[in-house]
């Protein structure tokens, strides 16, 4: 993979709703064949949700959210990406209320994952589209697989509510909903502006924000069948401009 990328047609809306509103949403089908991707790709990365960990820092008591953690320094200038020593993650309270404001140590993310081929491929891809919007070349990115669970409890993928995250580019990548209604993603302006509302229901299904300039949410999840098992993955990748 060399530094200089050349985007494909897909990443064309992308990269104006970016440089304008701030939100996109890119549907499964267009980022499939941005990545050069098949389903297979699919279905292997997303074996992935099966081996994450309890999430024991929820401020809330919620036990519904299951995660690793990890992070990586992408340099599109030599085309190297490169995973970081694991550590603590941590926001400030400022920023995420509920669980900001302390270390949170969670299980780093398995060799399975960090040595999948179509998360190296969609990790540069992204970096390049978000280099396009606003000339970074050189880019922090925290990757946070989520599997959120339904049942008596309702899911929460967003517990802190409408909010924003810290970082340059905030994205959020479907990879399975099983046996769940809800969890319907609103992206706002800083000044409330409603920008774009969807429910990622195909796996693939990906949603954009510039996380400078707005706010998102996403509604509870409860299952369809309280008898049967019920969840959300996703897989949230945060990039922060060095």
């Known amino acids: 993979m060399t530094g200089n990328i050349t985007l494909a047609p897909e990443a064309?809306?992308?990269?104006?709703?970016?440089?304008?509103?701030?939100?996109?949403?890119?549907?499964?089908a267009e980022l499939t064949r941005l990545l050069g991707a098949v389903e297979a790709d699919w279905t292997r990365f997303a074996s992935n949700w099966d081996d994450l960990s309890l999430d024991t820092h929820m401020a809330d008591g919620g036990t519904y959210r299951y995660r690793r953690y990890g992070q990586y320094d992408l340099?599109?200038?030599?085309?190297?990406l490169t995973l970081l020593p694991h550590e603590p993650y941590r926001q400030e309270s400022e920023v995420?209320?509920?669980?900001?404001?302390?270390?949170?140590?969670?299980?780093?993310?398995?060799?399975?994952?960090?040595?999948?081929?179509?998360?190296?491929t969609l990790l540069v891809t992204l970096g390049s589209?978000?280099?396009t919007v606003d000339g970074t070349r050189h880019w922090n990115i925290k990757l946070h697989p989520y599997r959120i669970t339904a049942g008596a409890e309702a899911g929460q993928p967003a517990p802190e509510g409408r909010h924003r995250d810290g970082v340059t580019f905030i994205t959020s990548l479907l990879i399975d909903r099983l046996n769940v209604t809800g969890g319907e993603s609103s992206v706002y302006?800083?000044?409330?502006?409603?920008?774009?509302?969807?429910?990622?229901?195909?796996?693939?299904?990906?949603?954009?924000g510039d996380d400078r300039r707005t706010l998102h949410?996403?509604?509870?999840?409860?299952?369809?069948?309280?008898?049967e098992?019920?969840?959300?993955?996703v897989l949230v990748m945060a990039y922060t401009a060095r």
Do not use: K, Q, W, Y
């Open 12 to 28: 064309e809306a992308a990269i104006t709703a970016l440089s304008g509103p701030g939100g996109h949403l890119l549907p499964a």
């Open 75 to 80: 340099d599109l200038g030599t085309g190297e």
């Open 96 to 120: 995420n209320p509920l669980n900001g404001g302390v270390d949170r140590l969670f299980e780093p993310l398995t060799a399975a994952f960090t040595s999948d081929p179509l998360l190296r």
């Open 129 to 131: 589209v978000f280099s």
């Open 189 to 208: 302006s800083d000044d409330g502006t409603h920008l774009l509302t969807t429910t990622l229901s195909t796996p693939g299904d990906l949603l954009l």
């Open 217 to 227: 949410s996403v509604t509870p999840v409860h299952p369809v069948d309280a008898t």
């Open 229 to 233: 098992p019920a969840h959300r993955d």
